[in-house]
């Protein structure tokens, strides 16, 4: 079953995010712990880290784009599971 990466709350304040760039493509096997994205707060740049193990399904954010903490962002699940 597929799992939603939201963006997540850096800090007490956060409230939104940029996506600076996505370390892995749409079909990559993502390992727990690993590093899916790079994103920029108003105060400094952080990792947004893979939770669970799964295959990246979808992307919903491109680099640059600004979404609200807690929105999702990707999409992670079984090699070749449909949304």
Do not use: F
């Not at 712990?33 to 295959?55: H, Q």
């Amino acid at each position: 079953m597929a799992v939603t990466v939201v963006m997540p709350r850096v800090g007490k304040t956060m409230t939104e995010g940029t996506i600076v760039r996505w370390e892995k493509n749409v079909g990559d096997l993502v390992r727990k712990g690993e590093v899916l994205a790079r994103i920029e707060t108003d105060v400094a740049e952080a990792d947004i880290v893979a939770a669970e193990e799964g295959y990246l399904l979808k992307i919903d954010a491109d680099p640059e784009q600004i979404v609200a903490c807690g929105e999702p962002i990707a999409w992670l699940g079984g090699q070749g599971e449909k949304l």
